[in-house]
């Protein structure tokens, strides 16, 4: 039988959640944040509405503007800037290590 090349194909420890961890702030923090901040694409298995590929997990990307309740996100492929329609869901602040 062929391999199947599906839209989450080997994505058996990237798209599984760990434990229950409780309330997250996340989401309010997102609500605050505007065009030029940077967040990073992290993806939600629980959320499937909007998840962007793959490719994208743990991208930093740039936000552009809002779009009703998600984000458009610009973030790097290859040599090329790609606009991506996110959810808050899939995003987390962008931290740099020291901060």
Same mark, same amino acid.
């Given at each position: 039988?062929? +391999?199947?090349h599906?839209?989450?194909?080997? *994505?058996?420890?990237?798209? *599984?959640?760990?434990?229950?961890?409780?309330f997250?702030?996340?989401?309010? *923090?997102?609500?605050?944040?505007?065009?030029?901040?940077?967040v990073?694409?992290?993806?939600?298995? *629980?959320?499937?509405?909007?998840?962007? +590929?793959?490719?994208?997990?743990?991208?930093?990307?740039?936000?552009?503007?809002?779009?009703?309740?998600?984000?458009?996100?610009?973030?790097?492929?290859?040599?090329?800037?790609?606009?991506?329609?996110?959810?808050?869901? +899939?995003?987390?602040?962008?931290?740099?290590?020291?901060?």
């Open positions: 039988m062929p +391999h199947s599906g839209f989450r194909s080997r *994505t058996r420890k990237l798209l *599984t959640k760990k434990e229950n961890k409780g997250s702030d996340q989401l309010l *923090t997102l609500e605050k944040m505007g065009p030029g901040d940077k990073v694409i992290i993806l939600n298995p *629980t959320y499937h509405k909007g998840m962007p +590929h793959k490719r994208y997990h743990g991208k930093v990307a740039v936000i552009k503007k809002r779009r009703g309740r998600a984000f458009e996100v610009e973030v790097s492929k290859g040599d090329k800037r790609v606009l991506l329609v996110v959810p808050p869901e +899939h995003l987390r602040p962008f931290q740099m290590k020291g901060e």
